[in-house]
């Protein structure tokens, strides 16, 4: 996967859409995964890229969205985060 993929794009499948957060400055990064998450409709998945484990990202999007969004890690190694986030119905 390319590192200059910044916005949701058709990702896997045609319900997972990939969102790779390491082309996106780190102080937009909050806002841009928010807004892609707000555009995705319930039963769609967005696949996060990212080179660290986003804690307090995650404690935010849990804070907002509560039960609606469904939260699984696909790849937790160094440098290398992968997690679905999807909308649930």
Do not use: W
């Not at 937009?28 to 807004?35: D, I, L, P, Q, S």
């Not at 995650?58 to 939260?71: A, K, V």
Request: charged share 25%.
């Amino acid at each position: 996967m390319s590192n200059d993929c910044i916005c949701a794009t058709s990702g896997h499948a045609a319900d997972v859409h990939t969102f790779d957060a390491r082309g996106v400055a780190r102080r937009f990064r909050h806002a841009a995964v928010f807004g892609a998450l707000e555009a995705l409709t319930p039963g769609e998945t967005m696949r996060f890229l990212n080179d660290h484990d986003p804690l307090p990202l995650l404690t935010q999007l849990r804070n907002h969205f509560g039960p609606r969004l469904e939260i699984a890690y696909v790849d937790r190694e160094p440098n290398e985060i992968v997690i679905d986030f999807t909308i649930k119905g």
